[in-house]
């Protein structure tokens, strides 16, 4: 850019002396006039020399300031680098401690669920084995299932004679005597619901233990109502070999029963003592 400058004005220059070119009347007078011509090229190639010069050093400066801005820049452009470089090895070292820490807590919580799994199972073994020694323990304390309903009961010889059997698990009760024989000691759970038949007619019965009469009846008045009914229940402890009935019935104007009339009994507990 600078030697072209330099070239146009030297174009420019050479093209001034030779449109000035003067004319002569002698040799002496060419040759004076030819010598100023030269003074004058003179100067103008020392004011093109200092103006190429001016202009180099202007280039030059600017030369160094663009220089010196774009090594700042490269400076800055470096340190930006090496700051990100740094970040993204902090941001790294980090991501991998958290990937550390992480697979450590997941083992870690692998490890306690296992445990916690194996603890629960041992309880549920446990609890099963337990519920199953209880359940074992309350049929020994139970015994076997004895229960009885019967139903449609006649009054003979002072006793309730049960003419429908409904149910007989243990074959404890005899519906022609009407006699409840307990064939093991121990707690047992008696209900008698009477019924009055349509007849205008007191009914009551008391209940028995080996022919000893219990502070216990039923007593419906079916002289207010038709079919008023009665019910009486009792937890009654007997051994084996204890007898347990109905009797000792009375009414007015006699003893009559609806058919509906019910007797249920059940071994509750078994008294091994």
Partial sequence: MLFGGAVVLLALGFHAIHADEPKCLSRFDYDEKMLLKLLRIEKKLE??????????SVELENLKQTDQQLQMEMNVLQDNMATTAEHSNQTETLLNDNISITNASMSLLQTQTKTLLKDCQDNISMMNASMGL??????AERG??????VTDPKYESDILIFSSELLNNGNAFTPETG?????????YYFSFNLLAPSSNTRTYCRLFKNRYILDLYAYPDGTTSSFDSASMSAFITLKKGDVFHVGRCGGAPSVSFDRSTTLTGALIKVDYV
């Fill in 47 to 56: 004011h093109i020399e200092l103006f190429i010069q001016d202009m180099k």
């Fill in 134 to 139: 209880l359940q074992k323990q309350m049929n």
């Fill in 144 to 149: 076997p299932i004895i229960s009885f309903l």
């Fill in 179 to 187: 006699e409840f024989l307990a064939p093991l000691s121990g707690l």
